[in-house]
């Protein structure tokens, strides 16, 4: 605890903590030992309680992202059931890059007592415990088998915290009994220490053959992901922009890069993107990726680039990234310096001013489009899941931060949300993670205070992980929770339809009168009520007005709030449009008719996109 709190972290001469603070659920594997220092060293280390430890690591990663990666929790637990919770939101944090520090108890080293409670004994190797499960989703992984173990080892930890490329979750698995004992420490072990976090620049050579790409193609496309907040390259990106009119699409991580208004934003791209975007992807004849992992959703599974001729510059901290769909010219280097640089090497280029103008109206029929889904009357019926988006859209400010990790409203907003700052729009779409929305509304809001901070959950993910709604409630956090009541896994319910599974299993609802499952009335929960039990202000609203007023109240909360509204779902409702572009879910080849009347057809339709996947090379 006394190193952890004097590590820092320096990007652009601005200096920051490293490790702000530290979340924990005590049991016998760690309390006598951190949960002691913890009490100990109190006023160097602030500390947060938790109520479950995968919600403690989405915490922190949900901290370290609105943080720039600059600062993250630590997380600490006991051994057995409480170390390998940890394991989903460290799958999390290594997926999106983001840093968070996992110190979770193991069994004892010396072995006085084996097994000791909560112990897996694995006959073929003494040397291993359910901690092992980690390794393959820590960034660094180390048991501290010998107190002098952690000089070494956690100096290797903080270098990965800090390292932008291969920064995630780093584990250091302490023993119990080991963290019970004395050491005598060197001084210098506990002196302030400052990691620098590099900008690698990018070299002029390769920044020059990507300008030239730009300067021979007649309709480039920039796709922006995560990267380019990571970088804190907003700015750099919009002067790019600005400078060249190429028209710019975004992952779900790196939407907002570009203010939805900015002339050249034409939103999100890929499965859950828009027509604008998707149709300069496959007219594109240069695609520039700018710190984006082109997952399937970005590339439609292989289909969205269709154009023969298209070439890739792709500009990204990471090798591995840089050189993905057979770059020509991957650039690697910081994301901000690759496009400061580009932006230069470019002084009187500007976009074919035809291209311009077609995008610029198919920009503004979308919009025409998202208009539609938002519209609402002010009538008694339910409002649909859009037009809750439409009402939220309506009352946010620039200040105002939206979290939501899975479901159905992933797709809505990507294709919606008119984005207005650079950090509003807080999408977990690398694990797609259900339950992730409320502790990460407490992370940021730890490290964003004062500001207006949404965590918009559908019924499925609430039921995953509320618990930390008691947290928000002891530490007065007040997050704004909006909670859509529809019955059950709308998304994958409507995926299961799509692809010849019929929904099956994919509604909250009671046997109908026949006996068949899920098909009858729906359950009879009420989870309003089980977030005012957990001590959230509940504002329950029925019809578009009701909705429009509770959301307002919440926004000028001080505690926790909650707006529970169940919303319509009716096929003959207005929704969201369409998916714009394919995504790869593969169909049975064969099935029975009778069971599953609609499986042939959808594999017929499967063949018919997946003709289509590439290998860009």
């Known amino acids: 605890m006394r190193f952890l709190a004097r590590q820092f972290t320096e990007r652009d001469a601005t200096r920051h903590r490293l490790i702000s603070a530290t979340w924990g659920i005590f049991g016998h594997g760690n309390v006598a030992g951190l949960g002691q220092a913890l009490l100990q060293y109190g006023e160097d280390m602030p500390f947060h309680q938790g109520r479950n430890e995968q919600a403690m690591v989405h915490a922190a990663v949900g901290y ?12 600490t637990t006991s051994i057995g059931p409480g170390a390998t919770n940890l394991t989903t939101g460290a799958a999390l944090a290594t997926i999106n890059h983001i840093p968070v520090l996992l110190l979770p108890g193991d069994v004892f080293a010396t072995r006085p007592a084996d097994p000791v409670l909560q112990q897996l004994e694995v006959p073929y190797a003494g040397d291993v415990s359910v901690n092992d499960c980690l390794r393959p989703v820590s960034k660094y992984f180390d048991r501290i088998t010998r107190p002098e173990q952690l000089i070494p080892a956690a100096l290797q930890a903080m270098r990965v915290l800090t390292d932008p490329v291969d920064t995630g979750a780093v584990t250091l698995s302490l023993p ?6 004395a050491y005598d420490w060197p001084d210098d072990f506990f002196a302030d220490r400052t990691w620098t976090i590099r900008r690698p620049p990018p070299e002029q050579a390769q920044i020059q053959n990507a300008a030239q790409a730009l300067r021979t193609s007649e309709r480039p496309l920039l796709v922006a992901g995560g990267g380019i907040h990571h970088s804190e390259a907003e700015d750099a990106l ?3 922009a600005d400078a060249t009119r190429v028209p710019v699409a975004s992952t779900q991580a790196g939407k907002g ?28 004849d240069l695609v520039i990726g700018a710190g984006t992992r082109y997952t399937d959703f970005t590339t439609a599974s292989a289909t969205l680039f269709t154009n023969p001729d298209v070439r890739f510059v792709n500009l990204n901290i990471a090798p591995f990234d840089a050189h993905k769909l057979g770059a020509a010219h991957p650039v690697v280097a910081d994301a901000r310096e690759a496009l400061t640089a580009l932006t230069r090497a470019l002084p009187n280029y500007s976009a074919n001013p035809t291209h311009v103008e077609a995008y610029t109206q198919a920009k503004r029929d979308w919009e025409d489009r998202v208009a539609a889904a938002y519209g609402t009357s002010e009538g008694a019926a339910r ?8 009402l939220l859209d309506e009352l946010v400010s620039d200040d105002d931060i939206l979290i939501n990790a899975a479901g159905s409203l992933p797709g809505d907003l990507h294709k919606l949300w008119r984005t207005r700052s650079r950090d509003q729009y807080h999408v977990e779409y690398g694990y797609s993670c259900m339950g992730y929305e409320i502790p990460a509304a407490i992370g940021v809001s730890l490290a964003a205070p004062g500001r207006p901070v949404w965590a918009l959950v559908g019924d499925g993910t609430y039921l995953m992980l509320p618990t930390e709604i008691v947290t928000a409630v002891q530490e007065n956090v007040p997050v704004k929770m909006v909670l859509l009541q529809n019955h059950g896994y709308a998304s994958i ?14 509604q909250y609802r009671l046997p109908d009168a026949d006996g068949r499952p899920y098909t009858g009335a729906p359950l009879p929960v009420d989870l309003a009520a089980n977030a005012a039990s957990l001590g959230m202000d509940v504002h329950r609203a029925k019809t578009v007005a009701e909705l429009r007023a509770a959301l307002a109240e919440a926004r000028a ?11 319509e779902t009716a096929d003959t409702v207005s929704g969201p449009p369409p998916a714009q572009a394919w995504w790869d879910v593969p169909v049975a080849e064969t099935a029975d008719a009778e069971a599953t009347p609609s499986a042939a057809k959808a594999r017929e339709e499967y063949e018919r996109h997946a003709t289509a996947r590439r290998r860009h090379l």
């Open 176 to 181: 119990q009994d080991v963290q019970a004992e």
């Open 383 to 390: 409002p649909t899941q859009t037009q809750v988006l439409g």
């Open 238 to 240: 919009r002067a790019f």
């Open 557 to 567: 909360a001080t505690r926790p709030t909650c707006v529970y509204v169940e919303t």
């Open 493 to 506: 319910g409507g995926l299961s339809a799509s692809v010849g599974a019929e929904g099956f299993a994919t």
């Open 257 to 284: 890069s570009l203010r939805h208004d900015h002339p050249s934003d034409v939103g999100g791209i890929g499965h859950t993107g828009t027509a604008t975007a998707n149709e300069l992807a496959r007219e594109a």
């Open 64 to 75: 370290a992202r609105q943080s720039n990666r600059l600062s993250t929790h630590a997380v």
